[in-house]
């Protein structure tokens, strides 16, 4: 059999649109494709593979578990998932875990408890929930209503009802709509999708004040900012906010698929026996994997190091703008970095991950106007240097048409 790019349009649904290298193997920051041209990874698979490729301690973890046991289902617990939500319990506000298989099932399963509880607890009236224009929450049916990009969730008939959204860091709008009949608040610490937008100090205070006069529960989506990507194990602990409700994904299963979704036991009694579930959620391999990630991340030299990292990152990138003047702005925390394109480049964003797809490094947009990097946590100096080198030449040749 032929294994190519072409195959993708006869056998897959075209919902994706996948660069025409097919990548075969990675180590660290390094991935290889089919024909062996090697890339240098600042995508980590879009803010997941957070020790970079075949980390040994994943690897172990993967391995040792393989050979114990796979799966159970939910009728029974497991010792990976014990252990791993005990680490997630001790290392947070939280004090309770539900374990889902990605960033919108632990958004749904938020979702779906916030709505509860306020049916349960205040009745029928509060049901309101907000959410932030351009945020990103994932794709199933009722998170991308609450993500704020219509054109994700329009075309598919009738959504999930009082859903509203508003500007991010406008806190003028968000307290115009909040009401004792809203029930949650779901918000990015950072915003990734959306272009690597910030929250205001003021904005993340204020929210977490008019949330808690108004008893609704709020729920800081970290399933991109999580696992140390912004230098701090979950950005809400940089922030000073704390929010009632936190999801964890990509990064938590470090390239295995898992989700996880954090609160107190006060508003965990609401999902009480047979009111929610996954077959997969909590899964032996997931959490073993899970839990070595967790172990390996959460240290005071990784965390330290990504903000060491993220300097000498913004310094070459600087460097690069400086010559070739492609970007108005290099923002973000941590290893989730965006570049915004200047005017010129408007709508072009693209242009430079395809360009560096062809220099020999792997990049991600953050919408139509943001380059966004989200490297390895881990990834070593050398690796930023000669990606950034690399980078460059993209940009030169994007520039010189
Ligand atoms: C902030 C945020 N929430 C949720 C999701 C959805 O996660 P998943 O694709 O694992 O369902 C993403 C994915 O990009 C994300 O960035």
């Known amino acids: 059999m032929t294994v190519n790019r072409e195959l993708f349009d006869q056998v897959m649904v075209p919902n994706y649109a996948p660069s025409s290298v097919i990548p075969v193997r990675g180590e ?3 991935v290889w494709d089919q024909q062996d041209r090697e890339y240098i990874d600042f995508a980590g698979g879009i803010a997941v593979n957070c020790l970079g490729h075949c980390h040994p301690a994943l690897v172990n973890a993967l391995k040792e578990q393989g050979e114990k046991i796979w799966h159970l289902s939910n009728v029974m617990t497991n010792e990976p998932a014990l252990r791993l939500a005990k680490k997630l319990v001790d290392a947070t506000f939280a004090e309770k ?21 306020a049916l349960e607890e205040f009745g029928a009236e509060k049901s309101q929930i907000i959410a932030f224009n351009k945020g990103f929450h994932g794709r199933t049916f009722f998170t991308v209503t609450v993500g704020g990009q219509a054109a994700y969730s329009d075309g598919f008939g009738p959504k999930p009802g009082d859903i509203v959204h ?17 029930c949650a608040v779901m918000m990015e610490p ?9 929250p205001t100090d003021e904005f993340a205070k204020g929210v977490r004040e008019l949330c808690t006069k108004h008893n609704a529960l709020l729920i800081f989506d970290e399933v991109q900012t999580g696992v140390g990507r912004t ?8 922030l000073g906010v704390t929010p009632d409700i936190l999801t964890s994904a990509k990064a938590l299963g470090g390239g295995f698929p898992i989700g996880a979704m954090l609160t107190t036991t006060e508003i965990a009694k609401h999902l009480k026996v047979g009111t929610h579930g996954s077959t997969y959620g909590g899964n032996p391999l997931a959490c ?5 990630a967790f172990d390996t991340v959460n240290t005071p030299e990784v965390l330290a190091g990504v903000k060491a990292k993220e300097a000498l990152f913004r310094e070459l990138l600087t460097a690069v703008n400086d010559k070739y003047k492609v970007f108005s702005e290099i923002r973000g925390q941590g290893l989730l970095i965006g570049a915004v394109v200047a ?7 693209k242009e430079f991950l395809v360009a560096g797809i062809n220099e020999g490094v792997m ?20 690796d930023i240097r000669e990606g950034m080198a690399r980078f460059e030449k993209a940009v030169a040749a994007v520039v010189n048409g």
């Open 231 to 238: 230098g701090e194990l979950y950005a809400y602990q940089g």
């Open 166 to 182: 508003c500007d991010y860091n406008d806190l003028a709008a968000f307290e115009k709509l909040i009401s004792d009949k809203t």
């Open 343 to 349: 005017e010129q480049y408007k709508g072009r964003a």
């Open 97 to 117: 875990v539900y374990f889902a298989n990605s960033g919108a099932e632990a958004n749904e399963a938020a979702l779906k408890l916030a709505r509860r509880l």
């Open 28 to 30: 660290g920051s390094r």
């Open 363 to 382: 990049s991600l947009v953050a919408g139509a106007d943001v380059v966004r990097f989200t490297p390895s946590l881990v990834i070593p100096e050398a």
């Open 288 to 292: 073993a994997v899970g839990e070595a």
């Open 190 to 198: 950072l915003q990734g999708e959306g272009g690597i937008v910030s």
